[in-house]
């Protein structure tokens, strides 16, 4: 693996070598023409720029070779990519993937967005033909790992964001479901794009933005298919809401309990939720006098975010400990798959040597009048010989593949018994 994070890197690095779901496809097909026998999967997000790749067998695909190409994709030199990367292999690049898969790398750990962009990631490789028998079987055992994490932990489970913690533990204590609910946006920031986001994954589906600024206001409505309210609007909206959410900067409440109390017969005592997620508040305070009105604020939204964030702090350990066990497993079977081939070549070896043998002897001994009960005897002994003489070698492969074939046995066996796959 070699690539940048938020760990790692300044935006305005990563800004210089993301890529767009488009430049990744280009850059795929750009690296198997470059490298037919190599694999690479891109996965580039808005933190994180990171290429999985495996060898060639000629030795081309390197370390070096890879931070080339990626600098190419951008018209950047190679000198100044190579400074700002982090590089890892083998088991440790094994263990970062499933890491980031799991959303255990993240800025907002436990998210879940990180695992569909990984996927995402493998799934275009796929399509262009540069992820090979290696990066399919590492990316399959990165989403067992992360659900693993997901099911056997409650990492994902406990929100850290005020929006998050507003649409997804504080709706539905009033409400069952959010489709068919109007809900009223007001502001079109970050914090506004954010909620926007959880409220359509929670199913909000009759949403209407309402900003200052039209522009910007239509263009984040624009951006996620809703409806955009001239600002003029906000007490019409505010009938008719049954979500209503504060996002602006604004540096006084955009609605006042007395302004309430005006519009409140036309809302014929229908529940109406108030979440306040701005600094300074949205809302007055006095709204949450009036009966049907729920209001909640900034303090206490921030005081659920403490305690989940503590949450997830224990859980921590728990997952690592998957992610370990996760990665142990599949260098264990990667490595077994590598031994699997010589010991199948190794036992055909010794077992044509024995076949060779017996074809020769047999026949002697018919001509001098052989028992066919001590020709059986023979067979067998043979074979007994043989397993004896397999099993020391073979017991060191297996124990060196579990090790990660650090004294090199696989090759040495395949030399010195001239074995070919």
């Not at 292999?89 to 255990?104: I, Y």
């Not at 099911?151 to 409400?175: D, L, M, N």
């Not at 074979?383 to 090759?411: F, I, Y």
Request: proline share 3%; charged share 25%.
């Amino acid at each position: 693996m070699i690539g940048c994070s938020h760990h790692d890197a300044a935006v305005e690095f990563r800004e210089q070598i993301s890529f767009t779901s488009e430049q990744v496809s280009a850059a795929l097909s750009a690296f198997r023409e470059k490298f037919p026998n190599g694999e690479l999967v891109l996965l580039s997000t808005c933190n994180r720029t990171e290429l999985y790749t495996s060898a060639d067998d000629d030795g081309t695909l390197d370390r070096d070779a890879v931070i080339e190409f990626l600098a190419d994709q951008h018209h950047l030199s190679a000198d100044d990519v190579v400074e700002q990367m982090i590089y890892r292999s083998g088991s440790d690049a094994v263990e970062h993937l499933f890491t980031v898969a799991a959303s255990l790398d993240s800025m907002v750990i436990g998210e879940s967005q990180i695992l569909s962009q990984v996927k995402q990631a493998y799934d275009l490789a796929c399509q262009s033909g540069s992820a090979g028998p290696l990066t399919h079987a590492v990316f399959q055992a990165a989403n067992r790992a992360a659900k693993r994490v997901q099911t056997e932990t409650a990492i994902h489970r406990r929100r850290v964001s005020v929006p998050s913690v507003a649409v997804g533990e504080v709706v539905p204590e009033v409400f069952d479901s959010l489709v068919d609910k109007r809900v009223v946006l007001c502001g079109a920031g970050e914090m506004g794009e954010e909620t926007l986001r959880y409220l359509q994954q929670a199913g909000a589906n009759n949403i209407v933005v309402l900003n200052r600024s039209e522009e910007r206001g239509r263009g984040l409505a624009d951006a996620f298919g809703v409806q955009f309210g001239r600002w003029e609007t906000l007490l019409d909206e505010v009938v008719q809401a049954d979500l209503l959410i504060g996002t602006t900067a604004a540096t006084d409440p955009i609605l006042t309990r007395d302004q309430f109390a005006q519009l409140r017969s036309k809302r014929r005592d229908r529940v109406l939720l108030v979440l306040d997620l701005a600094v300074p508040r949205d809302f007055d305070p006095a709204l949450d006098e009036f009966s049907n009105l729920y209001l909640y604020q900034i303090d206490d939204l921030q005081a659920a975010c403490q305690r989940n964030r503590h949450e997830r702090e224990k859980e921590w350990p728990k997952a690592q400990r998957i992610i370990t066990d996760e990665t142990q497993r599949f260098l264990a079977e990667l490595n077994h798959r590598a031994t699997g081939p010589v010991i199948k070549r190794l036992r055909e070896h010794a077992q044509q040597i024995k076949q060779d043998e017996l074809e020769r002897l047999l026949p002697k001994l018919q001509s001098m009048g052989g028992d066919p009960a001590i020709n059986k005897e023979i067979e067998k002994s043979l074979d007994r010989l043989v397993n004896k003489l397999l099993h020391p070698p073979l017991s060191s492969l297996k124990t060196d593949a579990a090790e990660g074939h650090r004294k090199g046995l696989v090759e040495a066996l395949r030399e010195l018994f001239h074995l070919s796959d």
